[in-house]
């Protein structure tokens, strides 16, 4: 069942961070922290709930802070693939399927996520309420192609068997493993490893 939330205000946790942001901007400009403040309150609303998302008192309340007009928030939180206007899994799965991903083999990851998750099409949950499958644009780590975002992290370099492990092992109610390449690459390095600079000074 969907948490269901008549009324929103930033916590004592949040608000410290709100007023930080808004702070950055000189008056008359406090609407440019409105990505932030919808990030704090989608945060929020995911320790209240456990299921990070933005219901509308959320946007409201995000509007009246920064006294500007909630269509303004509006089309700020349905722009941003990093706000969800409905409730997600405990784990929310975006994958990318943007033309380097895809080269590299995205197809398979989202075959791997559907077939993990029991999620037939993208924008699903899981029956259980772990999983919500979303389909994004570029992530901006061509590098280590395909990607896939699990809450705040990615995971890089995957195939359709360490997905499905990956996603296996988060059924299982193992912990998160840490984020990054699942094929040991360091950084933005060559899949083979560091081929200049390694020669030792003199």
Known sequence: MSPHIETFEFDEISEPKVAKAISHYPAGKQASAVKTLLDLAQRQVGRMTG???????????????????????????????????????????????????????????????????????????????????????????????????????????????KTEALLEDLKAGKPQPPAGSLAGRQSSAPISGQTVLTDKAE
Not at 67 to 84: K, L, Q
Not at 92 to 97: P, S, Y
């Open 51 to 161: 299921i990070a998302w933005l219901p509308q008192p959320a946007l409201d309340c995000v509007a009246k802070r920064l006294a500007i007009a909630p269509m303004r928030v509006y089309e700020i939180a349905t722009f941003y693939t990093m706000f969800n206007l409905k409730p997600v899994g405990k784990y929310h799965l975006q994958v990318c399927t943007t033309t380097p991903c895809w080269l590299r083999g995205s197809d398979e990851v989202v075959s791997a996520c559907k077939k993990a998750s029991g999620i037939d099409h993208f924008g699903g949950s899981s029956a259980d309420g772990l999983f919500t499958l979303t389909e994004v644009e570029c992530m901006g780590a061509c590098v280590a192609a395909p990607i896939l975002q699990v809450n705040d992290d990615y995971y890089e370099d995957l195939d359709a068997a």
